[in-house]
């Protein structure tokens, strides 16, 4: 049997009068995990300044379960099909690492590259004042 492609079974049976009669089955071996792509609006090792993130990914078969790993606390993250993501909103200042992780119904299961995201909503003012009382 091939993984991960329609196969078959097929048995004949024949007894001493020479009657024949056969049967056939069909199945597919899964051996493949979910592959999760991050997408768009997805922070891709950078500093953002907003306070609200979300990460989204699309995967290569529907899983039965999807978890985002943020800083080391697992999520899970809301969608159908093939794409999914979660939300965060006013997350306080700082660095933040996070992965996906995926698994289908046949236990085969899969994880992101570690990507991380700098939030720095609170703007540091220092050059501004500096601008605006130079020092003679």
Sequence with gaps: AIPNQLNNITIFLNNSNGNTNSSQVFFTLDTLAPVASYTSSTPN???????DVTVNVTL???PS???????GTNYTMNGQGLSRFYSFNDIGDGNYS???YAN???GNSNFTAFRWAYINVTRNFSSFISNLCPSN
Aim: net charge negative.
């Design 45 to 51: 090792n950078e500093t953002l300044n907003t306070n």
């Design 60 to 62: 290569t078969e529907t």
């Design 65 to 71: 379960s999807a978890l985002l790993e943020w800083n």
């Design 98 to 100: 996070f992965r996906v």
């Design 104 to 106: 289908d119904s046949l």
